[in-house]
């Protein structure tokens, strides 16, 4: 039983320090026995000095010094955060950077062609899409007469002048099916002329 | 809430919920309750009080917002809570590398023991906080924590986010590299 509780003892010292008032407190009912079991354990009585010179190098380090001012200072320091974090958090938010980023003229005449229109639901649809579809098919349209407009007149004006026998092919060409363009470009007269340019060639 | 009621004789729950609500002179009370006993602490555990000023405001600015989130049910207490949030950023700090004011480096000392025989006790708290700041991260905050803040190890270990049986090793562990470190200085204080 002694035996125990000089194993105790020195196990709280080894922890705690020399001092029973730096014990937890369930460990404070074996405060008592300390001093008496020190006075007849040799071993317990080296092992207590040991614990009080350590202890009290331990207490020779000064206490680090903290005023009023050092903690004003502080404190100001701390508020003069909070009041940036808090003015941060009321900023509305910034544009987002896709939007800032997308400045090219690909996207601009996306933007023009209904892309960036906003959605508006109208019926279980959405306005946005009808008008983005809306100016793609009224674009494509445009992109195609634009071509069957410009594409076969310098055939048909230099065709005139140049041999009256590719004239009448091209009349008939004319009279048929103009909105065929596949046939405009591959038509007889196209042919022809393909075929005296390499006889020219050939000579 | 009664508006004349003398803020500081308000306790930390109900000072957190007025700080929850953005209540700055709230904040003002709880943070001067609190930020003394923080520094030293801190100052302890980086042995710098420039370094220990920054992290103790930063710790206080994690209190104005993280303060909605703090359920008082008597459990945690919040200078528990503070404590742990300090050495967290001191942890985080030490970690750091930093260059080191040639100003804040203190004097080598010879440990050995006839060294020991001429040095004041000045020259001996340098060598124990020399032997302090040698010792392992944990060990140095369990004796911070227990030895000098004079928390209970159940506290530190809260602090920690450690077993009490975890910070009892560490105390043990940490009086024993002093001990042996301190060699010199211990045996000619026996002998005076």
Redo the contacts between chains.
Sequence with gaps: MAKTDTRILK?LI????ADPR?W??DAAAHAPALAERARTDADLARAL???R??D???S?????K?DTA??D???A???R??AV?THEAARPPAPSRHHALNTSPWHRLWQALGGGAATIKIGGGKLGEWARMGWLAGATAAGLALGMITLPQPALQSAATTAPATATTIAGADTGDTLDAPSLLFSPYAVDTLGASAKDARR | MDGDTDISLLGDDALLGRVAAGDSAAFAALAARHAPKALKLAQRVLNNAADADEVVQEALVRVWTGARNWVPDGRARFSTWLHRVVVNLCIDRRRKPVHADIADVPEPVDPSPSAAHLVDRRQTSTLVAAALAELPERQRLAVSLCYYEEMSAGEAAQVLSLSVSAVESLLARARRALRARLAGPLRDAEGA
């Design positions: 196990r080894g922890r705690y320090g730096r937890p407190q000095a040991d614990e010179a350590l009290a190098l331990l020779s380090v000064p206490e680090p903290v050092r903690v200072t502080v404190l320091l701390a508020l955060d909070i974090l």
